[in-house]
């Protein structure tokens, strides 16, 4: 049997209605209330790398996309090789990442109001297939991080690191 037209929104209403988050209509094709993000998603012809699947229609802009390529990224401040070169397979799924968050109109199930200096809102329990968690281990596996809790003990006190916490939606 054919899903009739509509059920993919119903489904995503129900979802917004279980989380507590936008309405049916704001689920798709909505920017974030965040530092980064435009206010309203559009094309962005100059996304490139990891970013570009979203060059269509994009809440992120080229600054942006450029911004989570590189090794120490304005977007946050913080340096992924901060405890020894991480591998570029691991890196990819970091890189990966932030372009979901960055980039993506299509994240309204997961987004959530916060008070913050720098943001209204953020994603929380994004779902992650099986397959991408299995081979985020695999790709990352020999890199390091010299911290055994990314929820604390860190004693950064620009806030930076705060900001990437946040946004990774470990707090």
């Given amino acids: 049997m054919m899903p009739q037209p ?50 269509k229609n994009a809440c992120c802009t080229v600054n942006t996309n450029h911004g989570a390529h590189e090794d120490t990224s304005y977007l946050y401040r913080f340096n992924y090789n901060h405890c020894g070169k991480m591998t570029p397979a691991c890196k990819r799924h970091f890189i990966q990442d932030t372009c979901l968050y960055e980039c993506s109109p299509n994240l309204g199930p997961w987004i959530q109001p916060v008070s913050s200096s720098w943001r209204r809102e953020r994603i929380l329990n994004v779902p992650l297939c099986r397959e991408d968690c299995n081979q985020w281990w695999e790709d990352c596996q020999s890199s390091y991080t010299c911290k055994e809790n990314w929820h604390k003990g860190w004693n950064w006190t620009s806030g930076a690191l705060s900001e990437l916490i946040d946004h990774l939606g470990l707090v």
């Fill in 6 to 55: 509509g059920w993919g929104l119903l489904f995503l209403s129900l979802m917004a209605m279980a989380h507590g988050v936008r309405k049916g209509h704001d689920l798709l094709n909505v920017c974030m209330d965040a530092k980064h993000h435009k206010a309203e998603p559009g094309p962005e012809d100059g996304l490139h790398q990891q970013c570009s699947p979203w060059k």
